[in-house]
């Protein structure tokens, strides 16, 4: 298969009802083909933590560097959340970007990148975001250093007609109209790698626009709704790459 038959292999597993408490069969079955996709490149840890007495799992892939030198090269995370909200199935919101996951996966298993890859499926993200700051306060208690946070948010809307793209009070007069670029959403450590980013995003013929958040995002909350939020509270350089949900896509979830 090709990468768009892959992709739409993973979409046709993961886009069914599965919140972990009103569908909790659904979000097993996929909570299951994310760990069996994932283990096909190396051993896939648990993360656990604990909401309302409840168990939930992050699943992780650590994949190696080109060169092992860990002293040297933090590792790169990539994440995105596997659930949904409940009576939705989640296409856009984010079965779009766990099939993304799996495929980099795939990408970075069999081509080493220069920095380490972490790549994370995060639970309850619906429920205010709770899987990834979870990780990212493991993470932070450990001392663990990142080179980069990125987290996929909703990969698969797109709407080319004019004034089919909303805005935040006061952007619409710095971006497109028209719904059809990938955004990356950054604090300001990322400055640098989102423009790098970006650049090679475009050259593969995929319009993106770049929007440089200040203090944790706090001044458009419309920043914060995915789980680079967490990673921003704590210090981490993290972005989003997104469709911009709501802002563009009225199906939403």
Not at 1 to 25: F, N, W
Not at 79 to 99: K, L, R
Not at 204 to 233: E, K
Request: contains cysteine; glycine residues 6%; aromatic residues 10%.
């Amino acid at each position: 298969m090709d990468l768009k038959e892959r992709l739409i292999t993973h979409l046709s597993q993961i886009v069914r009802d599965r919140d972990p408490y009103m569908a909790s069969g659904g979000h097993f079955y996929v909570q299951e083909y994310i760990r069996q996709e994932l283990e096909q490149w190396g051993s896939v840890e648990i993360h656990k933590f604990q909401v309302s007495g409840k168990t939930h799992h992050n699943l992780i892939l650590n994949l190696p560097a080109k060169e092992a030198r860990p002293q040297q090269f933090a590792p790169i995370l990539i994440g995105s959340h596997y659930d949904a909200v409940p009576g939705s199935p989640g296409a856009d919101d984010n079965a779009t970007g766990v099939a993304v996951l799996l495929e980099l996966a795939r990408a970075f298993a069999t081509q080493a990148p220069t920095h380490p890859v972490r790549l994370v499926a995060f639970d309850m993200e619906e429920y205010g975001l709770l899987g990834s700051a979870a990780y990212a306060a493991y993470l932070k208690e450990q001392q663990q250093p990142l080179r980069l946070m990125l987290s996929l948010e909703m990969l698969g809307y797109c709407d080319r007609t004019p004034n089919s793209q909303w805005y935040p009070p006061g952007l619409k007069y710095f971006y497109p109209n028209q719904g059809d670029f990938i955004a990356l959403v950054g604090n300001l450590p990322t400055i640098l790698d989102f423009r790098h980013l970006a650049r090679f995003i475009r050259q593969a013929g995929i319009p993106c626009q770049c929007l440089p958040v200040p203090l944790r995002g706090v001044i458009v909350p419309q920043t914060r709704l995915s789980d680079h939020a967490p990673f921003w509270d704590q210090g981490y350089p993290a972005l989003m790459v997104t469709d911009t949900a709501f802002l563009r896509n009225p199906h939403y979830h």
